[in-house]
């Protein structure tokens, strides 16, 4: 199934997106409002249950602070 094949990275960039926002100590609704996307949106992705656009994914690099394309290397080079 096509929706499948990319779960795990997906499960993981979000794993690694709710570790870097809360060692930036801001909240959900924080990153929500400063990505311009609903709260619910983020839960989704740091659970794992939402795919995300690459410019969604520049925003959120951006608002922790970190390049977009280490974020990428970290979520496939760390153990989360």
């Known amino acids: 199934m096509e929706n499948d094949k990319y779960k795990l990275e997906i499960i993981r960039l979000g794993l690694l997106i709710k570790e870097l926002r809360r060692k ?14 609903d709260v619910r949106t983020i839960q989704r992705i740091e659970k794992g249950k939402q795919n995300i656009t690459i410019s969604l994914l520049f925003s959120i690099a951006d ?3 970190i390049e977009s394309s280490i974020l990428v290397h970290r979520m496939f080079s760390e153990n989360i």
């Open 24 to 37: 930036e100590k801001i909240t959900q609704d924080q990153l929500s409002r400063s990505c311009k996307v």
């Open 63 to 65: 608002s922790l602070k």
